[in-house]
């Protein structure tokens, strides 16, 4: 799951791996997350909310969002990303709202809604009209847990949304934190305090783990050279490349492919490589 503003959408994504660290993105589906077991950090904007086992959380489209995890091994968690058009029964007004706390917690939690995330992750492709059905379930089930709140529209938020979206388009270029400040006209102290404040990581740690992410996809997906993965990506040197992949991925790129490769023919249908594989180790 990339760190950056998603267009895609169309279609249901259903991910179910160990709960872990996932960078500040966006995108314009409804994200349900829901914890089987240990806990997950979700962060909305700049607020952080616990989860443990048993909760379900609901993130809007367009919300800057992120996950963290510090819990033991054996961890799991289901993440369904539904696009809007699977919610079309209940009208369009809610996109322009959120709500003022995003996680139900395990006590609140209606039946309906276990039931219907564990239906979703049983279900094929070939059954849309289940899966349709399901995910507006989820939604109105969750709905009579939420109280939502009308977006406020504040300046800090369309900071944050313009960062997210300026490193999805620039990334793989030479960005500096002076330059994107003069890009987006704001200065360089307040894009250093959204990336603290917001992202819990400087502005070098967010690139770098946006192209990172990135060249992840391409090992996965692509035959394509080491060297070459590196350059599109955007790494200044196959030096700096190969020390941020052991920081995050405690392997080499080589190593990472290999495992990707033979966890793909083993369970290809199961969860996100990248998050997978980066959340057992981070």
């Known amino acids: 799951m990339y760190p950056l503003y998603e267009a895609a959408g169309r279609e249901l994504t259903l991910l179910d791996k160990a709960p872990g660290h996932i960078s500040p993105h966006l995108h314009q589906a409804v994200e349900f997350v829901y914890v089987e077991k240990e806990t997950l950090e979700l962060g909305v904007g700049r607020e952080l909310y616990h989860m443990e086992a048993g909760d379900f959380g609901v993130v809007f489209p367009n919300r800057i969002h992120h996950y963290q995890a510090f819990g033991g091994p054996g961890g799991r ?17 809610w996109q322009q709202r959120s709500p003022r706390i995003p996680v139900i917690r395990r006590e609140d939690v209606p039946a309906d809604i276990v039931n219907a995330v564990y ?5 094929t492709k070939e059954e849309q009209v289940a899966r349709q ?13 939420l109280e939502l709140a009308d977006e406020n529209g504040q300046e800090d938020g369309d900071i944050v949304y313009r960062c997210v979206c ?4 620039h990334f793989r270029e030479t960005v500096t934190l002076p330059k994107m400040a003069r890009a987006l006209g704001v200065g360089s102290y307040v894009l250093s305090r959204v990336f603290s404040g917001t992202f819990h990581r400087n502005f070098n740690q967010y690139l770098n783990e ?3 992410d990135y060249a992840c996809s391409l090992l996965m997906h692509t035959d394509r050279p080491v060297t070459e993965v590196c350059m599109e990506a955007g790494f200044e040197s196959q030096r700096t490349f190969n ?5 995050f991925c405690h392997m080499t790129p080589r190593e990472y492919r290999k495992e990707m ?4 023919r083993s369970a290809a249908h ?10 057992a180790r981070v």
């Open 77 to 93: 968690a289901f993440y369904l990303l539904a696009p809007a058009s699977m919610l079309s029964p209940f009208g369009n007004e």
């Open 119 to 123: 239906r979703l992750f049983e279900s």
């Open 133 to 145: 059905a399901y995910v507006q379930i989820l939604f109105a089930k969750a709905m009579t847990r």
């Open 166 to 169: 300026y490193i999805s388009e």
């Open 210 to 212: 946006t192209r990172l």
């Open 243 to 247: 020390r941020v992949f052991r920081q």
């Open 261 to 264: 490769m033979a966890a793909g």
């Open 270 to 279: 199961k969860s996100d490589p990248l998050c997978h594989s980066r959340s």
